[in-house]
């Protein structure tokens, strides 16, 4: 049984990817800071540990590792916050609430790499999930998209500093998720898609052999389809 750490998992795409991969048979290491929704989600499924708590604390993810054993195939950095809603613009972004950011979205994926690789399988994924906001200049999403573009970066290059592991940033695209909902307060986005058109497309990277690299998730789920 193949074993996977997914960060983020009460809710969203990271609910909805775990789902996919208990369904194939992984036995999966889920987290979340919510610990109701993260119990009322993951209560006695067959194939996963719950470990509720912040993945920017070292020693929760210290606890992540141990859950997962001595052999890890996956560690899929979903956990990220949005910061401040309404989105604000650079000029009046508080610096301490950039801080929170840059500690969930960059330093607490690279803190989890760091200390699962050690006990990664040779081949074992690490997948960093990602956003068209690091690539494009949005106004008010200067903290959360230039979070993901330190993010993308992170991941390229333990991409090069590992070539015996598949190491991949992946877009999934607008989904309609909370997340989203909050970039846009009072919104419909209801024309959204939902977090699961995209997980295809993760389970393609992770159960295939695409080299490492950048994708965006709706693209190949619709070549793997």
């Not at 009322?40 to 141990?66: F, K, Q």
């Not at 949005?138 to 290059?157: D, P």
């Not at 997340?179 to 995209?198: L, V």
């Amino acid at each position: 049984m193949p074993v996977g750490i997914v960060t983020g998992a009460s809710r969203g795409l990271g609910l909805a990817l775990t789902r996919a991969l208990v369904d194939r048979g992984w036995r999966v290491v889920v987290d979340a800071r919510d610990e109701d929704a993260l119990r009322r989600e993951w209560g006695n499924p067959p194939h996963d540990v719950v470990v509720a708590g912040d993945v920017s604390e070292a020693g929760h993810r210290r606890v992540l590792i141990e859950a997962a054993g001595p052999s890890i195939d996956l560690v899929v950095n979903n956990a990220s916050t949005l910061g401040p809603s309404p989105l604000p613009p650079l000029a009046d972004y508080p610096l301490d609430e950039l801080r929170r950011v840059y500690e969930i979205n960059v330093l607490a994926p690279l803190g989890l790499v760091q200390a699962a690789l050690p006990r990664l399988a040779s081949g074992a994924r690490i997948v960093s999930i990602t956003s068209d906001a690091a690539v494009e200049p949005y106004e008010g999403w200067g903290g959360y998209g230039s979070s993901k573009a330190a993010l993308e970066q992170l991941t390229a290059i333990l991409a090069a500093e590992h070539p015996e592991l598949r190491v991949y940033t992946v877009d999934p695209g607008d989904m309609r998720t909370q997340m989203h909902q909050d970039a846009f307060p009072g919104e419909d986005i209801s024309d959204r898609p939902p977090p699961e058109d995209s997980v295809p497309g993760l389970l393609a990277l992770i159960e295939g052999e695409l080299p490492s690299g950048r994708y965006r998730a709706r693209e190949l789920s619709k070549v793997h389809a």
